[in-house]
Every structure is written in structure tokens, then in C-alpha cells.
């Protein structure tokens, strides 16, 4: 009996270690980000990998037709035992996959196979795959044939079909790219909307383009002709009355005295309140949502217009210098407010120098804007129809009297709004090119 205990106990004294070590040996948590979905010649991907024991060995692999080719392979000493002292971070683990690594790739479908050991005492194999379509065209690009007349600061729409392998394709214009979308009932053609900068050189040449991940990039031409416009340089008193009022209004805690809080507002949060804007076209809907042309605010002065360059002067002296990119509409106080056109509100709350403000999505990167609100009516996510009153107008955010801030962007890019207001732009530049083709 004596004799069982002991053997038993000596077991014991030597499984429970490595019991412990069998037991603490993981998993690991494999993802790619993002899901490769098509490979060309040599496109980059990337899988995260989460394990404390770090990794013995991680293979990547082609699967086509049953052949598998490993395209990329790390290992490690192995650790059976000191490993659950390891704290191994989280990590990237990027590679590419293509014709490159696999030479007998052939275009059609494939797949992408991740195997990750883990390094302790069980050494489990995880495994993620991901199907992917091999195209080892490289991206290319065409443009319509239309002639394409464009006012700087306005905005233009160009119908391109990419091919190949691509994953992106839209216009650039300057620094810009704009994204494209499909066209309901073509399987091949895509619209992009353009902004052409008010700011931009008259000379810039806007492109189609398509690339792909392995930053393969195909460019067109296409025809068109810009015409410079001239911008106002207008001067605009401010005051201390009005420095109080806004200064207070919109940034309450700032520290300073009220010119340099002024300062502020008007340069930093402007700019950081446009980025929230411009940032909003990405919940723009892949078609457009309207039919007629934007609606501007009825019986309305315009006091001031799209990208009036203006000096702020105090006590007489120049302190301040900036674009406004808009249209200021003054009816009278707490006049309707309504949607310019049929749409989506994604913004409708308040932001910064614009005060209680509303975005109305229109489809394929257009949206408009309305800023100085006294009341909103609506919520982000309403549908609403052209017409249709949303708030009423005011002089909240950096207003010095009730008016509505009216502007609009094109993937955004703030853009004139005159253009959508009138009918034969709409018809010229837009609609009837969809029938002309
Ligand atoms: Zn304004």
C-alpha cells in the first residue's frame, strides 16, 4: 500500500508541472485586417496575431487547384517550457501574396491559408484562410467622352471604367481623390463627383485613376476646360459687443483675453470644424437620392457669398484673414429652414463655428449644409424631402445676426452652390449625360 502512495506521489511530483505547462500553453487569435478579398502580382496583406507565447512558426500559403505554394515562413527555437514567463505583444504580421511568390498562380480563384504555432509546451496549429480572385492584369482606367467645363470652386462629374486588377478608382484632382460608385445598370461603369478647389491653380490637370493594394496605379485623361473665377475680398468689422457674444457662446471655458479666444475659435476650431464636415462623406449614399435642383433659400439677401476671402478688422487694424466657404441667406429671424432637396440628415446637432447645424446627404459624395440654427427639427438619419422644413434659422455658433449659413461639399470639398441650384447645370453636367450614352 505504502509502496502505491509513494509511486502515486511521484506521479504526481512530476506530471503537475508539466500538467501546468500543458494546461497554460494558448491559442492564438489570428485575423486578417483587413479580409484580403483579390490578389494580383504581388499585393500586400496583413494578419494580426495576438498569442503571450509568442509564435514557433507562421507560414503563409497559395492554395489554387489543390497546389499549395508557402509564400512566406518564420520560425523560432522552440520554448516548451519557460514560456508562460513570456508576455508577447500583439502584432502585424504583413507579407505579400501574388505571381511574385507563386509563378504558377493563373488568374481565377485561390486561396490564402495563415498557420500559426503557438510556442509552448502543446505547440497547437491555428489556421485562418481567406478566398480570394487572382487578377494579374494590372489596373487601367478609361473616361467618358464628354466635354467637361468646369468652374473653379465648382463642381463636375466624370463617368470612368476601370479594369483590371483595382480596388480604388475615382478622380484626382491636386492633392484630392475622390472616390467613385457604381452606376445602376452597368456592371463596369462608375461616377465620380469632383470638387474643383476655389484655391486650386487653374492649370491642375484633374485624372481618373484605378490602383490596386501593391500601389499599381493606371491614370486617364479626360477633356475638359476651367474657368477662373475671381473671389471678393471683403472687410468685416468686429467689436467687442460681438467678440462677447460669440466668444462666450461657443467656447465659454477658453482662457485669454477675448481677441486671442476669438483668434482661436475662428482659426483652430474652424479648421477642426471643417475636417468634421468634410469627414462626413463617408456616410454618403452609392446613388443619388434627389432628382430636381436644389432649392435656395426663398425671398433671401445674400449678404455674403461662396468663398469671400474676408479681412476681420478690431479697432481698426487687420487681426485676422479667412475663406468663407458658403453662402450667408438672411430672411427674417427664426425664418424656415428647409431642405435644399431630397435626402439624408447624417449631422444635426451643434458644431463649433457653425452653431446648431444640419448635413443632408444627396448620394454620391453631395451633400449640403446649414449652419446658425435656432431650432432643429430633425435627427441624424431622417429622410428628408425637398422642401421640407428642418429648423428655423439664427445666429448661433460665429454669427453676428440671425441668417442661415448655406453651403455645400462634394466629397468633402466645399463647393459654390450655385451651380446645384440651377436647373441647366443639373440637366447639362449631370442628368442628360446618363441619357446621352
Ligand atoms: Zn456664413
Redesign the pocket.
Known sequence: MGKIIALLMLVALIATPVGTLFFLSSHTKLAFAPQPTAIGANTPVTVHISNPHGLRRFTAVLEQDGARTTITETRNPADRLKFWLAQFPEQDIRFNAGSKQAPNLKEGKARIIVEAQSNDLRAITDTISSDVDVVLRPPSVTADGFQHYINQGGSEMVLLTPSGYWTEAGVRVGKDMDRSFPVAGSATQRLALFAYPWDLPTDTVPVVYAKNPASTEATARFWFKVFPKKFRMRDLTIDDKFLDKVVNQIDPSGSGDLLTRFLKINGEMRRANNKTLADLRLKTAEKFLWTEPFLQLANSKVE?EFADVRSYIYKGKKVDQQV?L???LAVTAHTPVVAANDGKVVWAAPLGIYGNCIVVDHGYGLQSIY??LSAIAVHEGDMVKRGQEMGKSGSTGL?GGD?L?Y?MQVEGVEVNPVEWWDEHWIKDHVQNRFKQQ
Do not use: E, K, L
Request: aromatic share 10%; net charge negative; proline share 0%.
Open positions: 455674403s468663407h458658403g453662402f450667408d449652419g446658425h454669427a441668417h449659413h453651403s
